[in-house]
């Protein structure tokens, strides 16, 4: 199933420039965006359950207290 969407000018020519390939569709630059998009969440997620778990992770509360705040 397919669906339109609308999009500005200036969009438009954004994926035309993203495009890796002469006939890459739009609804390919996207797939490739949101796969892009997905592995940098997963990866910061990663990263940040990481730094939690470290001896220098401070908490917005102890940062407030510090500062008095």
Do not use: A, C, H, P
């Not at 199933?1 to 200036?10: A, K």
């Not at 438009?12 to 490739?32: A, P, Q, V």
Request: proline letters at 0%; a negative charge; zero cysteines.
């Amino acid at each position: 199933m397919t669906t339109t969407i609308q999009i500005s000018d200036d969009v438009k020519r954004t994926l035309e420039k993203m495009r890796i390939f002469e006939r890459e569709t739009y609804n390919e630059i996207i797939e490739n965006m949101l796969e892009d998009q997905m592995e940098i969440n997963d990866k910061t997620k990663k990263e940040l359950s990481e730094r939690k778990n470290s001896k220098n992770f401070i908490t917005q509360g102890d940062v407030e207290k510090e500062f008095g705040i």
